[in-house]
């Protein structure tokens, strides 16, 4: 389950959570991965036929999220310290940048960090298994691994086309 940390507060429970980031435009919930899946998301890497299977086991979820908000794609992403170029991909990300379509990700096993600025306000959402959380376009953020450096998470896109890193300045916005 995710925790909020902001500079007044740490959120921890989940109903709290989904409104204080509903609040700031953006959507969280939690779901429970399939047992049937364990053993394959207990491994710390995948191959692509495994990555497929994974899928295939989540088409049901896949296929809610189409219905409630019109996806059209999906893949998995699976990082952990031995993939090769870890390093210089989590520094395409590890800045501040939002994307012209909404960064979607629903964490299947591990866990990360995502940043944010969002009305001034700078917070982190410590992601783990389970979470489910959509960015809107043009929203302020960042994401990296913690100190486990191991993470599987699905990406739903609508556009994959405009989902590439638009880095911002913090400097030059205004953050409490
Ligand atoms: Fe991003």
Redesign the pocket.
């Known amino acids: 389950m995710a925790i909020v940390i902001r500079k007044t507060e740490t959120l921890n429970n989940t109903s709290q959570i989904k409104e204080f980031l509903n609040k700031k435009g953006l959507s969280y919930d939690s779901f429970a991965t399939p047992e049937s899946l364990q053993t394959l998301l207990n491994q710390k890497g995948l191959n692509d036929a495994e990555k497929e299977s994974v899928l295939t086991g989540l088409q049901y979820r896949f296929e809610e999220l189409k219905e409630k908000y019109h996806y059209q794609a999906r893949d998995l992403v699976v990082l952990h310290d031995e993939v090769p170029g870890i390093s210089d991909m989590l520094a395409k990300?590890d800045k501040l940048?939002?994307?012209t379509d909404e960064?979607v990700r629903y964490i299947i096993d591990g866990s990360g960090v995502f940043g944010f600025i969002i009305e001034g306000e700078k917070f982190e959402v410590h992601v783990a298994t389970g979470d489910f959380i959509s960015?809107p376009q043009n929203t302020n953020?960042?994401?990296t691994l913690d100190e486990k450096k191991r993470i599987k998470a699905v990406r739903y896109f609508k556009d994959n086309s405009g989902w590439v890193?638009v880095y911002v300045d913090e400097k030059l916005l205004s953050v409490n």
Do not use: C
């Open positions: 990300f940048h939002y994307h960064e960015i953020h960042w994401f890193p």
